[in-house]
């Protein structure tokens, strides 16, 4: 993206976490079923960070090195919270509750992380100093952001145990904001390559204009015959 379509697309973004939280907000007085397990809340959370994980997976086959295995492993990051936030005993398939819920998905999502880990070791180098540049970047301040969200999602979650009659909007709705800046994060993250392609462009423009010509050789006095 451009910086004009970038612009645009940040403030629909936070256009649309408005709206989310406010529509959610008037749909509980009618509806509480969102707000339950396999609601209209959870799905939502579950979509935005499917995205997610779509999105950096895709944008890790145009990459090499290093730069790769970051994608490999952020959307593997993403794909592993949608599995924990994503319960799918209640729909009582045997196979589906096998392969992802209990050891049978521990052991395989482990695995998974190992082989990836176990790849990019070579390169923890370049992968830290990626990260680091995320960290630095909007999408660090969304994916950090992102966590607190998270963390208060639980602390509410935590809170309300104790009591008989549970809520579970205020949580519900903590993790919706927490999953929509994840996915605000991953289309920054993965559309950061066409902004960085263009940036050396325009200084390698700008230094071969205010770049001295080259002095030419002094002229050698050639002895007389």
């Given at each position: 993206?451009?910086?004009?379509?970038?612009?645009?697309?940040?403030?629909?973004?936070?256009?649309?976490?408005?709206?989310?939280?406010?529509?959610?907000?008037?749909?509980?007085?009618?509806?509480?079923?969102?707000?339950?397990?396999?609601?209209?809340?959870?799905?939502?959370?579950?979509?935005?960070?499917?995205?997610?994980?779509?999105?950096?997976?895709?944008?890790?086959?145009?990459?090499?090195?290093?730069?790769?295995?970051?994608?490999?492993?952020?959307?593997?990051?993403?794909?592993?919270?949608?599995?924990?936030?994503?319960?799918?005993?209640?729909?009582?398939?045997?196979?589906?509750?096998?392969?992802?819920?209990?050891?049978?998905?521990?052991?395989?999502?482990?695995?998974?992380?190992?082989?990836?880990?176990?790849?990019?070791?070579?390169?923890?180098?370049?992968?830290?100093n990626?990260?680091?540049?995320?960290?630095?970047?909007?999408?660090?301040?969304?994916?950090?952001?992102?966590?607190l969200f998270?963390?208060?999602?639980?602390?509410?979650?935590?809170?309300?145990?104790?009591?008989r009659?549970?809520?579970?909007?205020l949580?519900?709705?903590?993790?919706?904001?927490?999953?929509?800046?994840?996915?605000?994060?991953?289309?920054?993250?993965?559309?950061?390559?066409?902004?960085?392609?263009?940036?050396?462009?325009?200084?390698?423009?700008?230094?071969?204009?205010?770049?001295?010509?080259?002095?030419?050789?002094?002229?050698?006095n050639?002895?007389?015959?």
């Amino acid at each position: 993206m451009n910086r004009h379509a970038t612009t645009w697309f940040r403030f629909g973004m936070i256009a649309g976490c408005v709206a989310v939280s406010f529509l959610f907000s008037w749909r509980i007085k009618t509806d509480t079923s969102i707000a339950e397990e396999h609601g209209l809340m959870e799905n939502w959370q579950a979509i935005c960070l499917f995205v997610g994980v779509l999105a950096f997976w895709l944008e890790a086959r145009k990459r090499t090195a290093a730069a790769r295995y970051a994608l490999i492993l952020a959307g593997l990051g993403y794909f592993t919270m949608m599995l924990l936030e994503f319960d799918v005993r209640p729909f009582k398939i045997p196979w589906l509750t096998r392969v992802f819920s209990g050891p049978v998905r521990n052991a395989w999502l482990g695995a998974a992380w190992l082989y990836f880990l176990l790849k990019a070791v070579k390169q923890w180098r370049a992968l830290l100093n990626q990260g680091w540049a995320w960290l630095r970047s909007v999408a660090g301040i969304l994916l950090c952001l992102a966590g607190l969200f998270w963390i208060a999602g639980a602390a509410i979650e935590h809170v309300y145990s104790l009591f008989r009659d549970r809520n579970f909007f205020l949580e519900e709705l903590m993790e919706t904001n927490a999953a929509l800046l994840m996915l605000w994060g991953a289309v920054e993250i993965t559309t950061t390559r066409q902004r960085q392609r263009n940036v050396p462009t325009l200084r390698s423009s700008v230094s071969a204009v205010t770049k001295s010509p080259p002095t030419p050789p002094r002229s050698q006095n050639l002895p007389a015959d």
